[in-house]
């Protein structure tokens, strides 16, 4: 199996009206045109959301892996966002990105 570790939805998509199934549906398009069987969606937080991500992986559980993403500042919410989104919505995993979302990988609410 041919797994992918790195897709994302575009905020393009998500900014243009798609609906998760139409996101789905072009990220499973993507896969097969590469030979990828399996897809990690690593969203950036804010930007798209982790119940996106929920519904987006929905329509093809078996094909699709969904993350979570949060900003780490302020961490209280963070990590009731991170738990909700591990707990209650699935999502496997969290993806960070401190240039885009602003925050110092260093610092000690993040480590």
């Not at 041919?2 to 009206?17: C, M, Q």
């Not at 549906?25 to 798209?48: C, N, R, T, W």
């Amino acid at each position: 199996m041919i797994f992918d570790f790195h897709l994302h939805i575009l905020e393009k998509w998500v900014k243009d009206g798609a609906t998760p199934r139409a996101a789905a549906e072009k990220l499973v398009q993507f896969m097969e045109e590469s030979g990828i069987d399996v897809g990690v969606i690593l969203p950036i937080a804010p930007y798209i959301l982790n119940d996106y991500v929920y519904r987006v992986v929905s329509y093809e559980p078996k094909r699709l892996v969904g993350f979570a993403s949060v900003v780490p500042n302020p961490a209280d919410i963070a990590m009731r966002e991170l738990r909700r989104a591990i707990e209650d919505l699935g999502l496997r995993g969290v993806k960070l990105h401190p240039g885009m979302q602003g925050f110092c990988i260093r610092h000690p609410h993040v480590i």
